[in-house]
Each structure stands twice: as structure tokens, then as C-alpha cells.
């Protein structure tokens, strides 16, 4: 099993930049996408971006050009660095895991986005 441990969240004024971390524990070979998803308050969670062992991308289109997903399979870490950060991209932060066709997810780190 997958224990992703996310960090990195806080509180940014707008236009600021955060960058996220989750570092995977437990069984993490065949780990072959993580990705970030978020969750605002009274709203569905969401995809925002994910990254494949070979290092593929997909972001969501709120964020293409502002955040940037990246992963470092020796270190087992996946990065999200956010920039020009909006009041709206105010959520739960949320890394998951899919080895073998199972999700693993984390806790999730609070990313708060006000002046």
C-alpha cells in the first residue's frame, strides 16, 4: 500500500507562489501516475494536475501556464510548483497515488490564497 505525505501549503496573497510537495511511502514500485487534486470549500474535488513515471503531463485548463507538476521517481516526490496564485485556487490540496489500478490518497495540505 501507498501512503502519499503531502506539504507545503499555507496562506499566499494573490499573485504569490506556493510549491507543494508529496513524498510516497510504503509499497512504490509501480507507482505509475500521481497526480494533485484539490477541493474547495462547497465543491467537488478536482483534478489539477498529474504526471506519469515517464513523465507525461496533464493539467487542468484553470491552471495551464501558472502551475507546474513535476516528479522525482528516485526520491519517490512529486512537486507542484503554483504561481500567479488567484483567490480561487484556494482549496485542500490533495496528492493521490495509482499503482496497479489503486488510488492512494493523502491527508492533504490547506493552500489559502487572500490579501
Known amino acids: 500500500q501507498v501512503q502519499p505525505v503531502e506539504s507545503g501549503g499555507g496562506l499566499v496573497q494573490p499573485g504569490g507562489s506556493l510549491r507543494l510537495s508529496c513524498a510516497a511511502s510504503g509499497t512504490i514500485f509501480s507507482i505509475n501516475i500521481m497526480g494533485w487534486y484539490r477541493q474547495a470549500p462547497g465543491k467537488q474535488r478536482e483534478l489539477v494536475a498529474s504526471v506519469t513515471v515517464g513523465g507525461s503531463t496533464n493539467y487542468a485548463d484553470s491552471v495551464k501556464g501558472r502551475f507546474t507538476i513535476s516528479r522525482d521517481n528516485a526520491k519517490n516526490t512529486m512537486y507542484l510548483q503554483m504561481n500567479s496564485l488567484k483567490p480561487e485556487d484556494t482549496a485542500v490540496y490533495y496528492c493521490?497515488?495509482?499503482?496497479?489500478?489503486?488510488?492512494?490518497w493523502g491527508k492533504g495540505t490547506l493552500v489559502t490564497v487572500s490579501s
Open positions: 493521490n497515488a495509482v499503482r496497479l489500478g489503486i488510488n492512494s
